[in-house]
């Protein structure tokens, strides 16, 4: 299967927060922004990105996970043994994005998971800021794309 990553194109995002939310329902049934597997970033009250866990290919997090709880399933998705995982955030101060979080409730890591291919905050984004791309290389030509927007803002 085709590597599958989020991509959010900043040009759309309004920070309405609705992926935000979606995802904390669809994944602890709550609206909370601190159940969300997925983040909005604010550039700069007019610039707003979401991202979600890129799935790394040296995934620091697997590596600095002592338990052994995060692996890569057979799509490339890097997933969470809730059973092994002992809370204790290594993983969370690995990520190089920022985007791992503890689960209030049940005190285990959280990271997107795609949804399994049909990701919640994809259907209900307003704005279709956000997409599913497949490939690296598409992706890393999305992500090229917005950097060079961001840079020339910066000029």
């Not at 995002?13 to 904390?24: D, E, H, Q």
């Not at 984004?125 to 956000?130: N, S, W």
Request: glycine share 6%; net charge negative.
């Amino acid at each position: 299967m085709t590597e599958q990553f989020l991509f959010c194109d900043s040009n759309k995002c309004t920070n309405c927060r609705l992926c935000i939310y979606a995802c904390s329902f669809i994944k602890s049934k709550k609206f909370s922004i601190l159940r969300s597997r997925i983040r909005v970033l604010d550039r700069d009250h007019k610039t707003f990105v979401a991202i979600t866990c890129n799935h790394c290919e040296d995934t620091p997090c697997i590596t600095y996970c002592p338990s052994k709880a995060l692996s890569r399933n057979e799509d490339g998705i890097i997933v969470v043994d809730e059973e092994a995982c002992t809370g204790c955030g290594w993983c969370i101060i690995h990520c190089p994005l920022g985007v791992i979080s503890m689960d209030p409730d049940k005190r285990v890591v959280a990271i997107c998971d795609l949804c399994d291919g049909d990701p919640e905050c994809v259907k209900i984004c307003p704005m279709d800021a956000i997409e599913i791309i497949e490939g690296k290389e598409r992706y890393a030509s999305k992500m090229h794309e917005i950097g060079l927007k961001i840079a020339g803002e910066l000029l």
